[in-house]
Structure formats: C-alpha cells, structure tokens
C-alpha cells in the first residue's frame, strides 16, 4: 500500500510522487523519487544515502511550505487591520448620524484630560445622594446639587443603556468639554464610577422654555412676546455656533423646548447638544432615528439621512409653539382632524389667519408685523423638504427684525422716558418706592428692550 503526503496530491507515477500545492510557486512544486515518500508495506524502511538525502530535502520542503503558508497568513492578516483603519475616517465623515461619536472619535484618548472628572463621592456630596430630584428624560434622571465651592449643579445620572460602552461615554464627554458658548449649557464636568456614568452641568434656575410657555402650579407662564422673541434669538444663537462654529459641525438631534434653558436672568441656553440619543422619545424604538416625536424632521425620519436642517425643522417648531403657546402634539388643541402643531399653524397662516394660532395668553401691544415675520420664518423651517428650509443664521436674522419691529414700536415711549429724566421730572413718592424702582428698570430697558 503506498501512501503520498495528504498535502500533496495523489498522482503516483511510477517512479515519483508529484507534489502540487496549489497556489505555490513553481519553486515549491516538483517530483521526488517515490522511494522517499513512502515506506514498504512490511516496515523496513529502505535507507541508503540518496533515502537520508531525500529525507532531510523533504524536511526543508515540508518547513518552506509551512513557512509560505505562515507568511502568507500574517500578509493576509496585515491586508486586512490596513484596510479597516484606511476606511474609519472616510465612514466617520460620512455618518452624520453621530456626530457627538465621529468627533469624541479623534479625542477619546484625551477625554480625562479635558473634561473635570468628579469623584462619585463628591457628586454624591453636592446632591445629598441624589436626594433632589428635578426631571427625567430619555437619558436618566436629573439631580439638583452643589458643590463645595458654592455652585450649583444639575447632575444627570444616565441609564446603563443610554450608552453602549465606556468608551462611548467618554468619546461624548470629550466632545463636550470643547463646546463652549454663552447660549450653550455650561457642561462642568463628569463621574464615572462604580458602573454610574454621570454628566454635570450649570444648573439652570428658571427651568425649561416648555415650563414657562404652558404654564403650571410652579412655572410661571412667559405672557410677554419680545421676551419670547429673546429666548429665541438666545436659542438660535446656541443652534448657530454648533451648526458653524464648531468643526465638525455638531449637529444637535434633539432641538425641542425642554431644552432650551433659563437661567437666573431668564436668558436662554440650548442643552443636551451632543448627544447621542439611544431611541425616539415617546415612540417605537428606533436604533437609528434619533430625536422627539412632535420635533422629529419627517425627511430624516425617512431618509435617516441626517443634516443641519433637521435640527431647523425643530427649532421651527419651537417658533411656531412661541407664537400659540401649544405643544407640538395635542388632541385637544388643533381641531377635529389634526393633533399636530405643523399641519394646523400652516393651514391658518397661508389662509392669512395669524390671528387664530396667536397665544392668547400674551400681553397685549405686541406689534403684528413682528408675529408675522415669527410665523412665515416657522413655516418656512418646517418645510418638508430640508433644502428649502433656511439656515440658522438666516432664522436668527429674522428674530432680530422681529425684535427690531418691537423695539422700535416702543421707542417713542423709550424717549419719553428720557426726556422726562433728562427734565428730572421723576418724582419721588413719600415711600420712594415707585419711582426708585422706575428709574432702575428705565435703565434696564436701554439696555434689553425684551424687558419692557
Ligand atoms: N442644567 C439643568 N438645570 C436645571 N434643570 C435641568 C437641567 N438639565 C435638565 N434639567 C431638568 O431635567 C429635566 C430632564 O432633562 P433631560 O434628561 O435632559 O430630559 P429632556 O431633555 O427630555 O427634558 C428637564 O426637563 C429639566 O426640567
Ligand atoms: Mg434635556
């Protein structure tokens, strides 16, 4: 019985085995006398010096072909690490759908060095462990708190499954720590440990826009349109240094009123911009669509192709919730057959009706023209298709006219005042109450008209 190596193919000649190893160069196929490869069917082996000769060249051959076989291995496997990490960036630029994760990318090495890291202690310290509980959203719950130094914190306890591992959390962390902007909420740093991964920010004292538009046992509602035109300009300000002052452009996914906050000042800043959002708030989950039904851009929602104009698309719905006070979506508020605030204000205000979506809540002695140029920018943000919505910067330009509308509508009653000042004609009442204080909102109102 003669057997050849199972490497190589079983082509017996009569004098030879011929080697074949398929995919090898020809310096590794050939014949070898048949002696060499096999042995006698009674055992004795047949070993003259050619037998030891051809033994010891199969030997070599045997090693040369593991050998190839191993080098050709380890190339395949460089081929391939090569090509995975050529590819990463150019996908990264691509997928706009996480932008927190394509810039947090580049940085995540850094994030401990860039961002304040607190110790769980500390956080559990400044919040009483977590005794103050102030909101809860789709990434947690949020905690009130203040830290050693005197400030005050919000303090946002994520879900486990609001992030798919450390290095996401850090990715964002690292995102965060660079952004800074007036109208942005301040990000203070994070914690994470004993499996908590926590997000500090500046605490907000006056809450979210959505609280002072509807109204409620604790929030104030805001009645006054030029201060509702000023959280506007403030938030589109916030939205236009991400859209264009960032590098890559951080686009922000979840535009929507209850994150726009108010601090001590009642100014606004935009919160929770970059990051990602495990699913749609309040709808089925989705992996890959992100935001707030109400807010959600039906072309994303479609395309899953995320852009800037997304983001415009809900900030137009938080102009068009300014103008009437209503939330995005309601049974209640929109008539018979429509539950959705886009549907309803863009049926009023292209019939001409401004009248019917305006708050009637608000202050009297707003000018119409300023509500109109609110509204007719609102539609246009809330286009179907992204293309023909406006940028951000062209929306916040809209908001200062309107502003200017107002502002120059009360003008004549600004200089009045002055002309009275200037005649010292404020007089002082026997409690010198009334007068004090009008003199100092005199001075205020030069300085923010939003506050007359
Ligand atoms: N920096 C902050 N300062 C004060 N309150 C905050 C702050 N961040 C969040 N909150 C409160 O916590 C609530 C939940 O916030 P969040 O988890 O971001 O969910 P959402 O954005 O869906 O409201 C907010 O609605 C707000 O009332
Ligand atoms: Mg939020």
């Known amino acids: 019985m ?6 190589w ?23 070898f006398p048949r002696r060499a490869l096999f042995s006698s069917s ?32 380890i190339a395949i496997g460089c081929c391939l690490c090569t090509h995975k990490r050529k590819k990463k960036p150019s996908r990264e630029t691509v997928v706009l759908a996480a932008p927190a994760k394509r810039l947090g990318s580049y940085f995540s090495e850094v994030a401990t060095e860039t961002a304040h890291r607190f110790a769980l202690s500390e956080i559990e310290d400044a919040t009483d462990k977590f005794e103050r509980r102030i909101g809860s959203g789709g990434f ?29 959390f850090l990715n964002e962390v690292a995102l965060l720590s660079r952004i800074h902007h007036r109208n942005l909420v301040t990000f203070l740093g994070y914690s994470q440990q004993d499996g908590k991964n926590i997000l500090v920010y500046e605490f907000m004292h006056n809450g979210t826009l959505k609280e002072h538009l509807r109204g409620g046992p604790n929030d104030v509602k805001i009645t006054s349109w030029v201060k509702r035109l000023e959280i506007a300009e403030d938030a589109a300000k916030g939205i236009e240094y991400l859209h264009t002052g960032c590098s890559p452009t951080i686009i922000h996914r979840d535009v929507k009123s209850s994150n726009i906050l108010l601090d001590k000042n009642m100014r606004a800043k935009v919160a929770d911009f970059g990051l990602s959002k495990p699913a ?43 103008i009437s006070g209503h939330e995005p979506i309601s049974s209640d508020n929109f008539g ?21 979506i305006i708050d009637a809540s608000l202050d009297t002695g ?26 951000i910067s062209e929306v916040l330009k809209e908001i200062q006219d309107a502003i200017a509308i107002e502002v120059q509508r009360e003008a004549p009653q600004v200089q009045q005042l002055m002309s009275k000042r200037s005649m010292g004609s404020v007089s002082i009442n026997t409690d010198n109450s009334v007068d004090l204080e009008q003199n100092a909102s005199f001075d205020e109102m030069l300085m923010r008209p939003g506050l007359r």
């Open 2 to 7: 003669v057997h050849c190596h199972p490497l």
């Open 9 to 31: 193919e079983n082509y017996l000649t009569s004098k030879s085995c011929i080697f074949r190893t398929i995919g090898f160069p020809d310096i590794f196929q050939g014949h």
């Open 42 to 73: 009674s055992g004795n082996n047949l070993q003259g010096p050619s037998d030891s000769i051809s033994r010891g060249t199969i030997i070599i051959i045997v090693c040369a072909v593991v050998g190839a076989i191993l080098l050709l291995a």
């Open 140 to 168: 947690g719950i949020v905690y009130y708190g203040k830290l050693a130094d005197g400030r005050e914190i919000a303090v946002k306890l994520l879900t486990n499954d609001s992030y798919q591992g450390i290095r996401e």
């Open 280 to 322: 749609v708030d309040g709808s089925h989950v989705s992996s890959i669509v992100r935001g707030t039904v109400g807010y959600l851009d039906p072309e994303y929602y479609i395309s899953q192709q995320l852009t800037e104009k997304s983001d415009i698309y809900s900030f137009g719905v938080i102009l068009l919730e300014l």
């Open 336 to 356: 018979l057959n429509c539950r959705n605030i886009v549907a309803w204000a863009r049926s009023h205000i292209e019939s001409g009706n401004i009248d019917a």
């Open 366 to 391: 707003y000018d119409l023209q300023s509500v109109w140029k609110i509204a007719e920018v609102g539609i246009m943000c809330v286009k179907p298709k992204g293309a023909q919505r406006p940028t």
